[in-house]
């Protein structure tokens, strides 16, 4: 998930892989192009997982069109990313994971959700049964590491990365007070670790895994904060669902159901203290194109152009402003 916010007079991506970015991204370029959107004037962001990448790089100077510039193969011409090339289909492993070892993820954190068993997301019940694995992130660390960005942390637009203790359950919102210490690459490369594909990130006494194994957004975590606007561009939710006939792709939009759900209680949450909270998701044709496995590098170019294409007719939709009930 990836969150714009904004305050009385300035501006404000759950996980989904190579195609969650691809999409986030297409989603930006057409927000600017459209509606005269400039990124930078975001006084906060706030990302997980895909969403972590897409907003780091943002924060630290880049704009959308670079972003998509960089999917394209294309090198930036100047900035903070200047000359830094990524092959972005095998960056961070190919489209299935590596086998798993025997064991689950976490003990402790199975035994305090047998114990109080609403206390927390029903998703953590997953992230605490995944088997260990040796998927490696060192792709994206090597991304965020050129960009002259790894001994500072992005505060204008002020930048926020979500992650999960595995064994503790609880939400670590790096950019804030409070938080695990942490340089950039790493907070980003434990928002991205997903649990069963990823071995969890080390930071201290922590180990800590993908954001979206709380929330597919972490939306409710900018509310109080007095915020006008929130936008919050989710690629694993949707407003309208395609009909697949695979069950993988069946199964995936299933969960892409309950992460809609949550998002819209989440959106609520915000809501109620008085901020305008736009959604913009993907639609059916970006599903068709999505697949059933959005780290499934094969289409994500692809997916980059089929999200500039339907994110403006997203943005005049009145899904944009779905209060409580998902879609159909």
């Not at 057409?30 to 924060?59: C, F, K, Q, Y």
């Not at 499934?296 to 009930?325: D, F």
């Amino acid at each position: 998930m990836w969150a714009l916010v904004r305050r009385a007079q300035g501006s404000g991506a759950r996980a989904g892989g190579s195609h969650g970015a691809a999409w986030v991204i297409g989603a930006l370029c057409a927000l600017e192009e459209t509606h005269d959107w400039d990124t930078p004037t975001a006084e906060v962001i706030l990302g997980t997982s895909a969403g972590a990448i897409v907003g780091s790089m943002l924060a630290i100077g880049l704009r959308p069109a670079d972003l998509r510039d960089h999917q394209r193969g294309v090198a930036v011409a100047s900035g903070p990313a200047s000359g830094v090339l990524v092959d972005y289909d095998t960056w961070v492993g190919g489209a299935r994971p590596h086998a798993p070892r025997p064991g689950i993820g976490s003990l402790k954190l199975l035994g305090d959700l047998a114990r109080h068993p609403h206390h927390l997301p029903f998703t953590m019940l997953r992230a605490a049964c995944a088997p260990p694995v040796r998927g490696s992130l060192d792709g994206i660390r090597e991304l965020i590491r050129p960009l002259d960005a790894v001994d500072d942390w992005p505060d204008k637009p002020a930048l926020r990365v979500v992650a999960v203790g595995l064994d503790s359950g609880t939400r670590a919102l790096f950019g804030t007070p409070g938080a695990p210490p942490a340089d950039l690459a790493s907070a980003v490369t434990a928002s991205c670790a997903i649990p069963a594909w990823f071995t969890p990130v080390q930071i201290d006494e922590h180990r800590l895994v993908d954001g979206c194994a709380w929330s597919d957004t972490n939306l409710d975590l900018l509310a109080g904060e007095g915020l006008e606007e929130v936008i919050v561009l989710a690629p694993t939710c949707a407003r309208r669902m395609d009909r697949p006939h695979g069950l993988p792709a069946r199964v995936e939009r299933r969960l892409r159901r309950i992460a809609t759900r949550r998002m819209l209680h989440e959106a609520d949450i915000v809501r109620a203290g008085g901020t305008h909270v736009r959604l913009i998701v993907p639609g059916p044709e970006d599903l068709t194109v999505m697949g059933a496995n959005l780290r499934n590098p094969a289409h994500r170019l692809t997916v980059l152009e089929t999200s500039m294409k339907t994110t403006p007719e997203a943005l005049r939709s009145p899904c944009a402003t779905w209060t409580a009930k998902p879609p159909a």
